[in-house]
Nanobody, 114 residues
């Protein structure tokens, strides 16, 4: 069982930055695909960014603004979010996936508003 705990969400003005963190229960980054998803009210949960041993991938809506990374020594996944827009407002979830299992954190709220 993998446990994931997100932190770092909050209220930020448009154009601002936030860094989300996801603490994992153990050294899993070398064997799991790690991702960030987000879900706005009334909408489905969508992939934001993913990182594997092969590299990174981003949703078109965040390319050039968001950066996913991990720190193996700290068992922590990050999402650096710059140039935030109101449409980035959502609950952000960390995930760890290795077939056939997928684990989720409880999410952290990000609100972009003036």
């Amino acid at each position: 069982q993998v446990q994931l705990v997100e932190s770092g969400g909050g209220l930020v003005q448009p154009g601002g930055s936030l860094r989300l963190s996801c603490a994992a229960s153990g050294s899993i980054f070398s064997t799991y695909a790690m991702g960030w998803y987000r879900q706005a009210p009334g909408e489905q949960r969508d992939l934001v960014a993913i990182i594997t041993s092969a590299g990174t991938n981003y949703a078109d809506s965040v390319k050039g603004r968001f950066t996913i990374s991990n720190d193996n020594a700290k068992n922590t996944l990050y999402l650096q979010m710059n140039s935030l827009k109101p449409e980035d407002t959502a609950v952000y979830y960390c995930s760890a996936e290795r077939f056939p299992n997928k684990y989720w954190g409880h999410g952290t709220q990000v609100t972009v508003s003036s």
